[in-house]
Each structure stands twice: as C-alpha cells, then as structure tokens.
C-alpha cells in the first residue's frame, strides 16, 4: 500500500498563487508516475499534469499550460504543483495519483484531496 497526503490548498483571489504538495510513503517501488488531477462537484475528475520518474518528462492540460508546474523530490518522495495566475475556474478539489507497474500487474494509489477555492 502507498499513502498519500496532500497539503497546500487553500483560498485565493484570481491572479494569486498556491503550491500544493503531496507526500507517498508506504510500499516503495524502483519506478513510479505521479499526477494531479482535479474534481469539481457534479464534473468527472480531470487531468492537470504529470510527470515522470526521472522528472524529465511532464504533460499539462492545455486549461494550465504555462501556469501551473509539476516537480518532483524523489528523496522526500513527494510531488508538487506551482499554480500561478490562478482563475476562478481552478477551483477544484485537487487529487494526488501515484501509479507504477511491477511485472503485468498496475498499482494506482489516491490521496483525499486538498480543496483549491479562487475567487474572482
């Protein structure tokens, strides 16, 4: 099992910032993805970024590029997200994901979600 435990979210006027962090411990595995996705009520969860195990690699949604940025500590184990320019419609409750494969079988953990609210 891995746990994940995300911190940072908050309230905030448009145009501010916020930097949420998410926190695995657990089971440790050689090679993992981490992610961000976000939920509004009555919505389906939607992808915000990823990025790889080398953090090399990253992808954003087109409705963040160029605001938001995900890194990644793989000594902490921890993950972030930098949200600049924030905008009303970011407000969301903002999920962690943790996947990885070992052999042919997939490992997907969920944190519980930090609430982001952006007021205009």
């Known amino acids: 099992q891995v746990q994940l435990v995300e911190s940072g979210g908050g309230f905030v006027q448009a145009g501010g910032s916020l930097r949420l962090s998410c926190a695995a411990s657990?089971?440790?595995?050689?090679?993992?993805?981490m992610s961000w996705f976000r939920q509004v009520p009555g919505k389906e969860r939607e992808f915000v970024a990823t990025?790889?195990?080398?953090?090399?690699?990253?992808q954003y949604a087109d409705s963040v590029k160029g605001r938001f940025t995900i890194s990644r500590d793989n000594v902490k184990n921890t993950v972030y997200l930098q949200m600049n320019s924030l905008k009303p419609e970011d407000t969301a409750v903002y999920y962690c994901?943790?996947?990885?494969?070992?052999?042919?079988?997939?490992?997907?953990?969920w944190g519980q979600g930090t609430q982001v609210t952006v007021s205009s």
């Open positions: 994901n943790f996947q990885a494969t070992v052999g042919v079988r997939d490992y997907d953990y």
């Open positions: 657990g089971r440790t595995f050689n090679s993992y993805i």
């Open positions: 990025i790889s195990e080398s953090g090399r690699n990253t």
